[in-house]
């Protein structure tokens, strides 16, 4: 796990995201051209609001594109939990190097999406777990 420091910046995002929603964030990152923001257990409900209004206003407001995961110690469910919007069935890791290698395994119809466009949506995938457990490298399934 890479040690994580936040620039002025990113602690400004912080705390508009945790004003604006009550959230409390265990990490945020820059990712492609997302904001990632790790939320604690059960903070989703809060963070993205009904409807996802909550999250939409913050989008508007900073003028960025917002991806909101709730975080877990267990690398299983943070690999789930990063792949939720497209429906993840099965998590399975092999050794890799001085770390590991997850496959997700996701809904048929929702592989392209899953893995975005260039490969976006794996890369912040990548970055994510890469800065909270072993996982060294990710693949869709």
Not at 12 to 34: N, Q, S, Y
Request: hydrophobic share 40%.
């Amino acid at each position: 796990m890479a040690e994580i420091s936040f620039d002025t910046e990113t602690l400004g995002l912080i705390r508009l995201f945790e004003e604006r929603t009550g959230a409390r964030v265990k990490d945020c990152l820059h990712a492609e051209d997302k904001v990632v923001f790790l939320v604690y257990p059960g903070e989703i409900p809060k963070a993205v609001g009904p409807g996802g209004a909550v999250v939409d206003r913050l989008k508007d407001q900073t003028h960025r594109e917002i991806q909101v995961v709730e975080y877990s110690p267990d690398a299983e469910v943070l690999a789930r939990n990063v792949f939720f919007p497209f429906g993840p069935r099965k998590v399975e890791f092999q050794p890799k190097g001085k770390g590991r290698h997850v496959t997700v395994t996701v809904d048929p119809a929702w592989k392209a999406r899953a893995i975005g466009k260039a490969g976006k949506n794996l890369k912040i995938a990548r970055a994510v777990l890469m800065r909270h457990s072993d996982i060294v490298s990710v693949s869709v399934a």
